[in-house]
């Protein structure tokens, strides 16, 4: 992780985060963010009702753990000031998701170091389900 | 605007006008209880120690959990069959009667400031806009809308939310 703005160079790859959420994972997330939305707890409801193949991982999920990957990558130095996200395909329980990207430019705004990221969340076969941008604001090096 | 308009003048009336405002107070265990479901246990969040060494003031609220806190109090029997709250949700706020198939497009949050345990934060959401599409797989309305996260007169982020309603 870099400490310092100065250790970032266009083209870095963040680490890339692997999640399989399972049902648990889902259920305690709908509850953290007081989700009552069946397709994401009741498979009778997302697989009977909707036709869905199972319950379906939150969008915001998939997100919040794209930024997770950004936030460990950045390390404790690093702030999170712009994240964007494309909901583009739906995540089950038990699909192996990747979350990952790279620095694409980086400047430097009257201070801090911003560093900008194109990230994304995709499955094992390459599909990408939620595409974004990231930038993260990094101290300089010797900055007060 | 022409018969075949899936787009209703109330819907486009309201553009422009802040059409939901919520308030609530951060509480640290729950933005930790989110983190943890997340399987994020980034020490910033979780630890006064590593934050204030980082430069906040104790242990920082995720930026993502920032929606969760002006979320109000839902009352069981006005949900809807499949537990999405009947009352003062999206659909209702903006009346698309035409399109009652509704799915997240996208969202662009910009973070301005920390936001900390007993922060009291208000959210305020204006619709931008209602826009007719015609995509490969037929009509969709795309509505836009931004919400302003403030504690007291400063914005601590701004988001904007695109959504897709399809007949």
Redesign the interface.
Known sequence: MPAFFEDVAVGDEITPLI?EPTTT?LF??S????N????HY?RG?AVD??GYPDVLVH???Q???L??AV??WAG??G?????????RASAFPGQSLRFCGSVESTGIDDGPGLVDLVVRCEMDDGTVLMPGTATVELPRRGAP | MTDESLIDERATAAIGTVIAQSSGTVVKKEFQRWAAAVGDRNPLYFEDETARANGYREAVMPPLYLPQVTLGVVDLDTLRPDGIPGEGGTSELIPLPKCPRWMAGGEQTTFFEPVYDGDRITASRTLDDVEEKHGRSGAFVLITSTTRYLRGETVVARSVVTTIARP
């Open positions: 999640v994972q305690f997330f509850a953290a963010t007081y009552g939305h069946r397709i009741d409801w009702v909707e969008g915001p999920l997100a919040a753990l930024a997770r936030t460990d404790p130095s702030r999170l000031v712009a994240f964007r996200t494309q909901n």
